[in-house]
């Protein structure tokens, strides 16, 4: 479904990603763990090519891009086989939840209006927005805007989604019902690649973890192997470090 083949990207004179390569099957749903600066989101962003790689190639569900040598409209196609989760939300403040999530229907497929607004009211109820649909971003809570924004990608109906650190953003009581809606949406079998720091979900939901350091992948495997039985000492480091406060400042 992705594949990821030597993916590099420099910012000026930092390395980010250091010849990175990922398989990822239809239906998996791969967390990425890792300390900051260890290049997790630039990675994402370089499957949709909102952060465009130096060098390798992408491939969404057999559609293959050299990031090197591709056009505009290569771009484009791409982008369709994906949707994207920020962690910062990115809806639009002027405009109403319904009509946030309608927006790509109505833009990018051309669905009419109406057909657009069925669907978008019933994606909405599947994350609990039902009676949210006239509310704009800023009469919603965080978490109410996080689940508006799942929708707003599943309604594309794309090949995989991908969810730059959800929850980031959220007050703490907020993150469970995010957290959530994303495993009844990992429930649908759709192909998910999530960057996040919440372990209870990575062993709940995930079917493979990844681990990152130094623009590089260091360690993978099921979440009962990473989580429970790490072989590299710096991914028992960091999980040491996330799941034991005292030991924060050995970081």
Request: with cysteine.
């Amino acid at each position: 479904m992705v594949e990821l083949n030597n993916i590099h990207k420099s910012f000026g004179k930092n390395h980010i990603l250091k010849g990175v390569n990922l398989n990822i099957e239809k239906g998996e749903v791969v967390v990425i763990l890792g300390p900051s600066g260890s290049g997790k989101t630039t990675l994402l962003r370089t499957v949709n090519f909102l952060d465009s790689a130096d060098d390798g190639s992408v491939t969404v569900n057999g559609f293959c891009l050299d990031c090197k040598k591709h056009s505009k409209t290569q771009v484009i196609e791409l982008r369709r086989k994906t949707a994207m989760v920020f962690q910062n939300y990115n809806l639009f403040q002027n405009k109403t939840i319904l009509e946030n999530v309608m927006e790509g229907l109505v833009t990018v497929k051309k669905i009419a209006k109406a057909d657009a607004e069925k669907m978008s009211r019933d994606i909405l109820a599947k994350v609990g927005l039902s009676e949210r649909c006239d509310f704009y971003p800023s009469q919603l809570s965080g978490g109410q805007q996080q689940r508006a924004g799942i929708a707003r990608a599943l309604i594309l109906d794309p090949d995989v989604i991908l969810f730059d650190e959800p929850t980031s953003a959220l007050d703490p009581e907020l993150v469970g019902e995010v957290l959530n809606t994303i495993k009844t949406v990992a429930q649908t079998g759709i192909t998910m690649i999530v960057v996040t720091h919440e372990i209870s979900f990575a062993r709940e939901v995930a079917s493979r973890i990844i681990f990152m350091e130094g623009g590089s992948i260091v360690e993978e495997g099921k979440p009962s192997e990473i989580l429970v039985n790490p072989k590299e000492p710096r991914t028992q480091q960091f999980l040491k470090r996330i799941t034991d406060p005292q030991a924060a400042g050995e970081e």
